[in-house]
């Protein structure tokens, strides 16, 4: 049986990204008692669209479309806003900051303009796989 959750005051939980995934972990958060703040670029894709976007793109990171729906250069501009506003309200965002850095180098390594799914290519060949051949 789990530990019931230990909640805190001092602790507020930020999201950034309401859809399928996250809105579903953050309403959790919150009927467990947790401070949950929430942002969502699109307001109308956070929970309708996601779902079946999710499982339409998700088949992208085994085989990239030649034709980038969203680059890796994007990807990594957004990263960049959820940063700094993230920076500004003091809300450490892990796994923002851990993503940053890869698309970085993923971006250096020739696949900013390939599609944002290309990243898992890019990972491979940082660990020693082949070169670029998206974008």
Avoid: H
């Amino acid at each position: 049986m789990p530990y019931p959750p230990r909640r805190s005051a001092l602790v507020t939980i930020g999201f950034v990204g309401l859809g399928v995934m996250g809105g579903t972990i953050a309403k959790r958060l919150l009927s467990a008692g947790y401070a949950v703040r929430g942002y969502n670029r699109t307001a109308s894709k956070a929970s309708v669209i996601a779902s079946p976007m999710l499982a339409y793109r998700g088949r992208f990171l085994l085989d990239p479309p030649k034709d980038p729906w969203f680059t890796v250069a994007l990807g990594r501009k957004d990263l960049r806003i959820m940063l700094d506003m993230a920076e500004r309200v003091d809300l450490p965002l892990w796994s923002v900051s851990a993503a940053a850095p890869i698309l970085a180098a993923a971006e250096a390594l020739g696949y900013g303009q390939a599609e944002l799914a290309s990243v898992a290519e890019a990972l491979r060949t940082m660990s020693g796989g082949t070169g670029c051949t998206s974008g």
